[in-house]
């Protein structure tokens, strides 16, 4: 067992007063506490603490260990925070989607490199899911459930997937209250690799026949203000939209839950400084956006 590891156990039993309170204390089972304190005294060469059926009592011998351990392990914390502190420099590489990191990623990059003058920050900006091990990443922003248990995630906020027209278009063809209703309209679809044109609101399916087909989310976005039909995306990418009245919100009853924004590294073993700073970093920016915190269906009004 670590050494220093063994001091801080021994140091518990004496706060704790218990072989049992220390282990409740370090998460430890009492049997490795009990281990460590006998392996202490075996080296000590003497009794650390006097038993009794209710409590521990420290000898001298276990005061005077005691009062050291407390310095050596403050010294040993002192010496690993300031490592850690001096430690963060050099490159991160980020990855986010396109259009999330124009708007949301990129400023807090910035934020980052003013706040930590010695980093370089790579950042990466693609649709698709990139392998970070393969494509050395160190921190990625995921939308959506993760399809890879390997990875560590960090949960920053919650998007959905939402149906929008311009007032322009709904004046003309009218406004669905049905997801059923969408199959009389003009709709502006995403490529799908499977072939089938549809949308899903939980255990239905509504098949499309749609429009217009693009595989860019901003070309979605310029069709459907100008008109040309109804758009499913997700709710940060019509943040703006929305609010400037250029775009309506559709079928909000109809919405599946929100799915997850999360950041994610390829493993929590021995992580840089570096990339550890920008983790708590974009994660405190990121839980203070208003798009990731979308209003629930019934905050909204009837479409």
């Known amino acids: 067992m670590d050494r220093l590891d063994e001091l801080a156990i021994f140091v518990a039993i004496i706060e704790a007063g218990s072989l049992a309170g220390a282990a409740r204390r370090l998460r430890r089972s009492a049997a490795a506490v009990t281990r460590a304190l006998a392996s202490l005294e075996s080296r000590a060469g003497s009794r650390l603490v006097e038993r009794t059926t209710r409590r521990l009592a420290p000898t001298p011998a276990g005061l005077e260990l005691a009062e050291r351990a407390r310095g050596l392990l403050a010294g040993y914390e002192t010496a690993v925070s300031g490592a850690a502190r001096d430690a963060v420099r050099g490159l991160v590489r980020v990855t986010a989607p396109v259009l999330f990191g124009r708007k949301h990623v990129a400023p807090i990059v910035s934020g980052f490199l003013d706040a930590y003058a010695e980093t370089q920050v790579e950042l990466v900006l693609a649709d698709r899911n990139l392998d970070l091990v393969e494509e ?36 003309a063809r009218g406004t669905p209250h049905q ?46 203000r100008s008109g040309r039909g109804i758009a499913r995306i ?45 983790l708590d970093f974009a994660a405190e920016a990121l839980r203070a956006l208003a798009v990731l915190r979308p209003a629930a269906a019934e905050d909204k009004p009837v479409s």
Do not use: C, K, M
């Not at 459930?145 to 960090?154: F, P, T």
């Not at 949308?199 to 459907?224: D, Q, S, T």
């Open 136 to 171: 050395g990443i160190d921190v990625a922003l995921r939308i959506g459930q993760l399809a890879e248990s390997r990875l560590v995630a960090r949960q920053v906020g919650r998007v959905r997937q939402i149906v929008v027209a311009s007032p322009d278009y709904l004046a």
């Open 179 to 224: 997801p059923a209703d969408l199959s009389d309209h003009d709709t502006i679809l995403g490529v799908v690799r499977s072939g089938v044109r549809e949308w899903r609101f939980g255990v239905n399916r509504v098949r499309l026949a749609p429009r217009l087909i693009v595989n860019e989310v901003e070309a979605a976005l310029i069709a459907a």
């Open 234 to 278: 997700l709710s940060y990418q019509a943040a703006d939209d929305l609010a400037a009245g250029r775009l309506v919100r559709l079928l909000a009853a109809h919405e599946p839950p929100p799915v997850p924004v999360q950041l994610v590294t390829p493993s929590q073993d021995f992580r840089a400084a570096r990339v550890n700073a920008f």
